[in-house]
């Protein structure tokens, strides 16, 4: 069975955006994977239907692991201190968003009261840690 990265992704920032979500955080893999590259077009081409242009910073590259989300959640956050969260955060797999829950309650942030909701496209062959 195939997966349909860019549709997939599509498909739930478009939600995303439906629910009123506008400052999406974007934690994709790294842009020499195809299938990390089809999804960052699937959520902007969800940001492009919906007439919602994405934040400025709000697409961060990270590996398809735990701890590589943790890392770019955590960079973001410092980076971004004082400014708003994310409304919600499109992870570019499950490890991501594990990793991004991690760094969000080590910050004493609560998924979804704070950010809400974390999505995370299942990648299925791509080793992740803990």
């Known amino acids: 069975m195939e997966s ?5 992704a599509f498909e739930m920032v478009s939600h995303l955006l439906a629910l009123g979500h506008r400052r999406i955080l974007n934690i994709a893999g790294m842009a020499d994977l195809a299938g990390a590259e089809a999804r960052v077009r699937g959520y902007q081409r969800a940001h492009a239907a919906a007439g919602v242009k994405p934040p400025p910073a709000h697409l961060v590259r990270a590996p398809f692991t735990v701890e590589g989300g943790r ?19 499109f992870a570019g797999n499950d490890g991501i968003a594990h990793g991004c829950m991690d760094a969000l309650r080590i910050r004493g942030l609560r998924v979804p009261a704070d950010i809400s909701p974390l999505c995370g496209a299942p990648t299925r062959g791509v080793p992740e840690s803990r």
């Open 71 to 89: 890392d770019a959640m955590e960079v973001w956050l410092r980076r971004h201190r004082g400014k708003p969260l994310p409304d919600a955060v």
């Open 4 to 8: 349909d990265d860019e549709d997939g």
